[in-house]
Nanobody, 118 residues
Framework: QVQLVESGGGLVQAGGSLRLSCAASRSISSINSMGWYRQAPGKQRELVARITSGSNTNYADSVKGRFTISRDNAKNTVYLQMNSLKPEDTAVYYC????????????WGQGTQVTVSS
């Protein structure tokens, strides 16, 4: 089991920055992959960024060059640094963890709201 707690969301003007944090209840070095997803009103949840246990990363095209995902194994925390924010980045952002043992286990945080005003 993994509990995930997000923080760092809020209201920011377009062009501004925010850093989201996702604290895990266990060592993230043993978690195969962690990521950030977002869901805007009336839209499906979409992948924003993902980082593997080997620190390989991938990003949605819409955030490449603006967002950076990173991990601090000592703090069991994954971060999402969001720069040059746009109104279309407004959404609830969810932390996700994938643990593969005998099967694939998916864990989600409760979400944190990010609102970008124009």
């Amino acid at each position: 089991q993994v509990q995930l707690v997000e923080s760092g969301g809020g209201l920011v003007q377009a062009g501004g920055s925010l850093r989201l944090s996702c604290a895990a209840s266990r060592s993230i070095s043993s978690i195969n992959s962690m990521g950030w997803y977002r869901q805007a009103p009336g839209k499906q949840r979409e992948l924003v960024a993902r980082i593997t246990s080997g620190s390989n990363t991938n990003y949605a095209d819409s955030v490449k060059g603006r967002f950076t995902i990173s991990r601090d194994n000592a703090k069991n925390t994954v971060y999402l640094q969001m720069n040059s924010l746009k109104p279309e980045d407004t959404a609830v952002y969810y932390c996700n963890a994938i643990v593969v043992d005998l099967r694939l286990n998916n864990y989600w945080g409760q979400g944190t709201q990010v609102t970008v005003s124009s």
